[in-house]
């Protein structure tokens, strides 16, 4: 960690120039600069009040946080099938189950349903990408053709079925995660 380039980012982030940290710090701007050049360091006492007037601390500064992975490839995805519902999931994005929503790819085969879920907090999208589904909500059916979507609170109990003769496709989002 460059300590120096990380506390430039957080004056920039603040508003903050070099003058002004220093004056709230009671130090002159050229140390701030040679701190932020990497040319000298801070005494902790001096590291803690420059943190304190950037409005952290310094557990907070020095707990790095792991970026947070935004593409993904081929090689991510986990797949899952069920013979007994006949179908396959796939989790496009891994560990999705810790995040609020929980995006699949379902494929069903021809006879091929989802599990049947219970009413639950959250929303439920789903896109048909092939063939056609049926989406039972309670006692109600609706037919889901390709290139149309579904979106509905999950107040009731629900689960899809293939509603074509071939395999049918969708994107399937759930929040909270329950796949």
Not at 30 to 46: D, K, M, N, W, Y
Not at 72 to 84: A, G
Request: hydrophobic share 35%.
């Amino acid at each position: 960690m460059k300590i120096g380039e990380k506390i430039k980012e957080l004056r920039i982030r603040n508003g903050l120039t070099q003058q002004e940290l220093a004056d709230r710090c009671e130090l002159s701007k050229g140390f701030i600069s040679q701190v932020e050049r990497e040319l000298t360091s801070p005494s902790i006492a001096t590291l803690m009040d420059i943190l304190e007037s950037l409005g952290t601390n310094i557990k907070d500064f020095f707990n790095e946080q792991i970026d947070e992975k935004i593409v993904f490839k081929k090689e991510d995805i986990f797949s899952l099938e069920n013979k007994e519902w006949n179908h396959v999931i796939h989790w496009i994005i891994p560990n999705a189950q810790k995040n609020r929503m929980e995006p699949i790819i379902m494929e069903l085969a021809p006879g091929g349903s989802s599990k049947e879920e219970d009413p639950h907090d959250g929303e439920e999208f789903g896109y048909v990408l092939s063939g056609s589904i049926v989406l039972h909500l309670g006692k109600k059916s609706y037919r889901v053709r390709k290139g149309e979507s579904f979106s509905f609170k999950p107040a009731m109990t629900h689960y899809i079925t293939n509603g074509s003769s071939g395999k049918s496709t969708l994107l399937w989002v759930s929040t909270p995660p329950s796949f």
